[in-house]
Every structure is written in C-alpha cells, then in structure tokens.
C-alpha cells in the first residue's frame, strides 16, 4: 500500500447540471461516440449478449443516450424487441435520428425508442428478459426509484445489468483514456465527476431494498447487476 | 566526542574547535587549467518541431494531425515561426547551440516546397544551429519529390524516415495505402540520388492479412534496398467503423505478432544492424542523435507545434493541442506550454535511467559523470531483478539490455525506475486535463483490485 496524491478533482460527485441541454451538443457527443468510442460499448455489448438464453424475447435499455447500444444489440439479436427509454428530449431526437438511419441501411433489429421517466418506466411488471443501461447512471435524477424500476420490470430469471463509469477508478486508468478522447475531454469528465463510486453504488441499491444486487468495479467502470455475472473478454 | 585531525600541517586548513585563518569566498577548489573557449562554451540543445497535417489521414495514426488545407497550414506556419522567433530571444535560448533535433508530426513533407524553404531558413536562421547539426525529418513515399528532397538537404537535414509499412500489396490495400511496392521503392532510390545517405525505413507487424512469410519478405525487401536504418512498430487496430474495414482480413495473433518481433529482432542483427529503442534498427554510425544522446544525456529539448514536447529549464512539458488555440497563444506573443512536471534533481537522475535504458545501454562513467551519482549503487534492487529475469546483464561499465528478449520488453524494464509516484500513469498523447486537476493534495490509498469473491456488495 503507498500513500500519494490525487491527481484529479473526483474525491466528491459532481452531479451534471441540465446535461445535453443543446440539441447541436448533443449532436457532436453522438458523432464523437460513433468515431472514437465504439470500441467503449464493446464490453457492455459482449456483456448483454453472453446473457441472452433460448425463449428471450423483450430487451429494455433504460437511458439509452444516443441509442447506439440499443442498435448494435438490436442489430446482433434479430428475433428479439429491444426498447429503450430516455428521458432527455434532445438524446431522443438523436436517437431517432440514428434509428431512422439504420432502417434506411437495412439494418437488423427490432428497435423501438420512446421518451419517458426513469423512475416510472412504462412497461409492466416482469416483462423484460434483460434490463441493460449503459453510460446512463450517473445522469438519473431518482437513481434509487430507477432501480427499484428496473427490479419490477425484470422477468424473475431475467437479469440487470448496469453499466457507468466509477469515479474512483484508478487516476492512470483515466488519464490513458483522455488521451483518446480529445476534443470529448471535457464532457468525459465531467461525466466521471457526476459517476458514483462503488461504495455509493451499493448505498444506492441498499436504499433501494435490492440486497442480493451485486456491485462490482472493471477497468474504469462500475457494474450492478442483479445477480452475479461471468466476467466477458475485454 | 572527539575531533579528528588529519591535516595539521596545512597551515590553511584547521579543524573545528580552532579557528581556521583562510577567509573562504570560492568554491570548488582544486583547480585546473581553464581557458576562454571553456568558460563560454555553448551547452547542446535539441529542438523538436511538429506539423500537424497530412495529405492522407491513416485511421491507426493516435498523434495530433489535421487535413492538409492551405489556408490553415499557411496560418499555422506563421504561428510557428513566430514561436521559433520567440524562443529565439530568450538569453537561455542563446546560451545554448543545436546538435541535435527532429521534424515530425503528422507529415512534416505534406508542407510545399517553399513552404519547408522557409520553414527551415527560418528554423536554422534564427536558433544557433551547429554546423552539421544531426537533424532528422519524417515523411511518405507518397509525398517526397526530389524538388522536397533537394530542400531538405541544402537546408542541411541529414537524416529521412519514410513512412513505408509494408512491401505486400495486398497489406498495403488493406491499411489504405497506395499499393505498388514499386513505387516504394522508387521513392527510396530517388532520395539516395538526390544525396542522402541516411535513410530510415518504418515497417509495420500485426497488420491485417500480415503471415510471417509476408513480414520476412517486407524485412528482406528493406534489407536488400540498403537502407542505413530501418524500424518497425505493432500495428494498433482501432474500432472497425467502416463497413470496408469490417470485410478484411483479420489481424494475426498476439502470438504470432510477438513472433513477428523476435523474428525481426534477430534477423535486422544478423543483418548487421544495431539495436536501439527495441524496435529501432541501425547500421554502425547511422543511429540518430536525437533521443539516444537527449535522453541519456539530459540534453535539453525546445518543442515547437502543438502537443510537442520538450525539456526545458528542470521541466518537462507539452505545448497547446488544439491548434487553434495554440496559433491564438503564440500570435499573442506567449509561448504556448499548456502540461507538464517540473524535474526534481531525484527526479532528473531516474529519467536518465528511464530514458536511457531505451538505447539498449547504461554507462556508469558517462552517468556519474552527469548526474554525480553511481546507478548501479542507487538502483541495485532493481538491477539486480532485471538480470535475474534475464532482462539485463551488468558489469563493471553498466548495463545492458539483452536482446531480443529485453528489446521486446524494452518498456517494462524502462518503467522499473519510474518513481512510485509515477507508476501506472500514462505519457501524454496530447489530452490537456488541466481543467480537472485537483486543487488541494488529497492522500490517496493505492490499494490492490479487490478479489472475485469480495466484489459483491456485502449486505
């Protein structure tokens, strides 16, 4: 154990104030995502679809930002209806945007994108075979109710899982990233500030009443999930 | 207590408690013969300069690089002579001449003819430039012209580094390049015409399609063309975001790409070619100063263009990334130095080791002699961890690397001698994050990852 100094400003959350409030912002954090930070969604990509088991039919992203996870799911599991949720007008708009593109490219997939609360999902009961939200977490305004949402909506041998960035991941971890991201610097950490740690993580599920949750720090991320999940290939 | 008296016949030297009668006012002494030219020697510098365009974009490339277009390069080419013109007048500048420096980027040749004319009259006529100075530039066989090549030399740049990747067709296609070996190897044979004798070759392993036959055919085309230097890097294969790039052939296996190193390693050495920096390949007396001797030798280093890096003044640091900003800053008459660290003297002594190691060799002499210090003393632990690990052999005169095994993990032995401040933080690729740095030092336990079976929340 060495004792040293912290590099960054990420010691408290910063919660974003009014995140994507600008439609042209908006706009260039999607094409930013779909240049450079494909290889991001990889893992949570890899993670949903080593999850999917025969007889599944409902997928539900809950915050799908842009929609990009949504469609390559999508686009992966053909036979399957994927949903997601956002509760960002401007990231819905993109989102359809993205959408209706990838119907015009002929694009496998069942996708549907509608805008609604987090903390009130609009799906019944255990309806959902898996409930997945990606880069998501750390923009909900009732983290505790979401996720008591999205325990409800989950099938009882479905599973959830959620994926954001922990913002006490390790300093070096961060700074090798931010060399990647350019001119997106600024808005990944901001995002970083506004992540939970693990520690804050499992307070959230403990206030949510979801006990047997687990959560578990990766690389730079934080992954709850409600049952224990087979680490995937990175 | 007692005090100790061993030189009571010096009538100028007594020990405490008698008072001595010498009025001390110089240090050191024992003196030697000193003559004018010491006294005002210039002390060696280098310069690095970054041009950030290129004709051609290559998807693999992480460095700071834009589209050539001509009104942007023309703006950005008076920036940058301003900033030389700034260093220029600085007395710390003065006190120094250049041996050594290095044009990189981006493609330094995506500049015009006229453009590099002016470009580098300003350069060598503004810094006091070393006659013969051991300068190296950077380019494609796809953007050298002999009109380019001429200029290069008369303005006095002795070293070229082409850009070249492979001699496979089928390989240069599929990382998107002009795919005529021919070509390339035209290119080279139009340099040595035009008068250079110092010619580099870059080759890629691990790149789509690539067999070790393939890659022994690119190293023997490279060897038979005669080149003085040749080097090779591990292709990165970045996110698969085109539909093109999707329907190619993938990349060989880690395995095979470690192969590929070794393979290479050995057979540039059969070859005649000396090692240096794992990947670097050269023959006797035609291994570039820069970097060998900057490194080692602590030989300061003006960077110029954004995200250049240099050494300056006990810091090290990097200049402005976003290139509108840093045409704005230098245009204000600032130097345009956004991140870096100020170089403790503990410090400076473990970058010697850090960066010196890459050249293959450590000479104890030539380090006591700079930094006053025995390494092998300093650093034994990790001396001797290294050469159990087969690493590193050591001796009476230093250490050296063992190739091709210590080459291939050049960089893990380099990061032996970080500080532990500095382990497990990334260099920099031009990310300024000065926005997000933390204000007040916050104690920080670095701690292991926690183990499988304690990861879940314990309720």
């Known amino acids: 154990m060495t004792t040293d100094t912290r590099l960054l400003n990420l010691t408290d959350r910063v919660p974003q104030p009014s995140p994507h409030d600008d439609i042209d912002k908006v706009r260039f954090y999607d094409l930013g995502m779909r240049r450079s930070a494909l290889m991001a969604y990889k893992r949570p990509s890899d993670r949903i679809l080593a999850n999917v088991r025969d007889g599944m039919t409902d997928l539900v992203e809950v915050g799908f930002n842009t929609g990009l996870l949504s469609l390559h799911v999508a686009g992966k599991l053909p036979d399957l209806a994927v949903s997601g949720v956002e509760e960002n007008q401007n990231l819905v708009d993109v989102a359809e945007d993205n959408l209706t593109l990838a119907v015009w490219a002929n694009t496998a997939g069942d996708v549907e994108f509608e805008m609604a609360k987090l903390h009130r999902l609009p799906f019944p009961d255990d309806s959902a075979d898996i409930v997945f939200s990606f880069s998501s977490l750390h923009r909900w305004r009732r983290p505790v109710e979401t996720l008591r949402e999205c325990a409800r909506i989950c099938k009882p041998d479905g599973v959830v899982i959620i994926e954001d960035m922990n913002r006490h991941a390790e300093e070096g971890h961060i700074t090798f990233i931010l060399q990647f991201v350019k001119e997106g610097g600024d808005e990944f950490m901001r995002s970083l500030q506004a992540a939970y740690t693990r520690e804050e993580a499992a307070e959230l599920l403990r206030e949510a009443g979801l006990t047997d949750w687990q959560a578990v720090e990766e690389d730079l991320g934080l992954v709850i999930s409600s049952r224990p999940l087979e680490p995937v290939s990175t | ?459």
């Open chain 2, 1 to 459: 207590m007692s005090i100790t008296t061993t030189t009571t016949s010096m009538p100028f030297w007594k020990e405490y408690p008698e008072r001595d009668s010498e009025w001390v006012r110089q240090y050191p002494t024992k003196h030697v013969p000193v003559n004018e030219e010491e006294v005002f020697a210039r002390k060696p510098m280098g310069v690095y300069v970054h041009i950030p365009f290129c004709n051609r974009l290559c998807f693999s490339c992480p460095y700071i690089k834009h589209q050539t277009d001509r009104d942007l390069t023309r703006t950005y080419l008076d920036a940058l002579k301003t900033e030389i013109t700034n260093y220029a007048g600085r007395p710390y500048i003065q006190d120094h001449v250049i041996t050594l420096g290095y044009i990189g980027g981006g493609t330094p040749t995506a500049l015009t003819a006229p453009q590099l004319d002016d470009l580098l009259g300003h350069l060598f006529g503004s810094l006091n430039v070393e006659e013969g100075a051991d300068f190296s530039i950077e380019t494609t066989p796809v953007d050298i012209t002999e009109r380019k090549a001429t200029v290069l030399l008369e303005r006095g740049i002795r070293r070229i580094s082409l850009g070249v990747q492979t001699f496979v067709p089928e390989e240069l296609k599929n990382i998107g390049r002009p795919n005529d070996p021919e070509m390339l190897k035209e290119s080279i044979r139009l340099l040595r015409r035009c008068g250079f004798e110092n010619i580099n070759i870059d080759l890629m392993h691990g790149i789509n399609g690539q067999t070790m036959e393939s890659w022994e055919h690119s190293l023997d085309v490279a060897i038979d063309l005669g080149v003085t230097c040749i080097s090779f890097y591990t292709y990165m294969e970045f996110a698969q975001v085109s539909t093109k790039r999707r329907k190619l052939p993938p990349v060989p296996e880690k395995a095979v790409v470690d192969d590929m190193f070794l393979f290479a390693a050995e057979k540039l050495s059969k070859s005649g070619f000396l090692g240096y920096y794992g990947d670097c390949f050269a023959k006797p007396g035609y291994q570039p100063k820069y970097g060998e001797t900057s490194w080692s030798e602590d030989i300061p280093i003006i960077p110029l263009g954004p995200t250049a890096t240099g050494h300056l003044r006990d810091h090290w640091y990097f200049n402005e990334p976003d290139i509108g900003r840093y045409i704005q800053t230098v245009t204000e008459g600032r130097l345009p130095i956004s991140m870096g660290k100020h170089i403790t003297k503990p410090e400076a002594i473990r970058r010697s080791m850090v960066l010196g190691v890459k050249a293959g060799r450590v000479n104890r002499d030539r380090f006591r002699r700079i930094h006053g210090v025995d390494f092998m003393e300093m650093f034994r632990a990790e001396i001797d961890d290294l050469t159990e690990k087969g690493l590193i052999t050591a001796d009476e005169d230093g250490i050296e690397v063992t190739g091709p095994k210590g080459w291939y993990y050049l960089d893990n032995i380099s990061k032996a001698f970080y500080s532990p401040e500095y382990r497990r933080y990334p260099q920099h690729l031009g990310a300024d994050i000065s926005n997000f740095i933390s204000r007040q030092p916050i104690p920080l336990q670095i701690t292991s990852r926690p183990r499988s079976e304690e990861t879940g929340c314990d309720h």
